[in-house]
């Protein structure tokens, strides 16, 4: 039984100093690995500086640290928000973001131990051959350290923005994937198709540290259908106090059953867990966890308060209640 920390709020104590009879089979063997969304969007960064915020998070004892993605964003959200109820993006248009890739290039920089990744970058707005020789880079910066989300996206004025057709997208970001994988051997093969044209003896070098994960973001059938057909993973995300456990694990199921109607081994496929307004609300999040881990989640990422200097606090909150008896 975990002793009682000062940093360790007290609201973990009660979840986390249950007796073993009374926490589920499944829930004795799962831990919950421990992320958290470097900020790389908003004032933070500029104040300061993505380095800072890497090396804080990485001595709070996060297991890994996430950037998420825009490019441009028009002056009024009207594309349909996927991931709110209503379909409306709640945050400002005008907030700065740095570019993810470069934001993790500064982070491995920064720091010796955390997993690097994206929750998620949007793969058709970019080339996939300049892509692909980017993470290459960030990963043997890294030691080997890079986990890549990705997604299709679904602001369409940034497509229209970095001439890039919405209506492919989908299409798009699996051909990327492909075109990227291959660049990563080095010999990239020669490809002709609708959207890409790969010239024969073509050398993309030097190759990553290692082999690099795939997760899919998305709850659409097909992102769940691609997450399971040619990715390593899932990356999910639901808002602190709103979790659904049930519909995780329903949506995970699609998943995995896509994976074992493809051939590929569903015991490996990965569920990571975005939680976004989670920095005030890790009393909501830590009596989550055990459901969340119930349904499949291996790991999530949450916003840590930075308003306050105690991080390791926060982390050490969660990892209370994350680690398995």
Known sequence: MPAKNSLVPSFVHSASERTLDERPESWLTRRVRVGAKLPNNGPLPLERGIPALA????????????????????????????????????????????????ALALAAAATERVQIGTA??????????????????????????????????????????????????????????????????????????????????????????HEIPILIGGHSPPALIRAGTIADGWLAQQTAGEFDPAKLAGERAIA???????GRPAERLRTVLRIVGSAKRFDVVADALPSLGEAGVDEVIVDLDWETDDQAGQVAALRAVAVSA
């Open 256 to 262: 995995v059953d896509a994976a074992r109607d493809a």
């Open 120 to 209: 998620v970058l949007v793969l058709p707005l970019r080339n996939p051959v300049m892509f692909a020789k980017q993470c290459a880079s960030i990963d043997i910066a890294s030691g080997g350290r890079l986990e890549l989300g990705l997604g299709a996206g679904w602001l369409e004025r940034e497509f229209d923005a970095l001439a890039a057709p919405f209506a492919r997208r989908g299409a798009r970001l699996g051909e990327w994937i492909e075109i990227a994988r291959d660049c990563w051997t080095g010999r990239p093969t020669a490809r002709t198709s609708r959207d890409y044209t790969l010239p024969p003896e073509i050398l993309c070098l030097p190759t990553p540290a």
């Open 55 to 102: 090396r804080a998070l990485e001595d709070a004892g996060v297991d890994s640290i996430w950037v998420s993605d825009h490019v441009v964003l028009p002056r009024t959200m009207d594309s349909p928000y996927p991931f709110a109820a209503d379909g409306r993006a709640d945050w400002p248009s005008d907030m700065p973001y740095l570019e993810p890739l470069i």
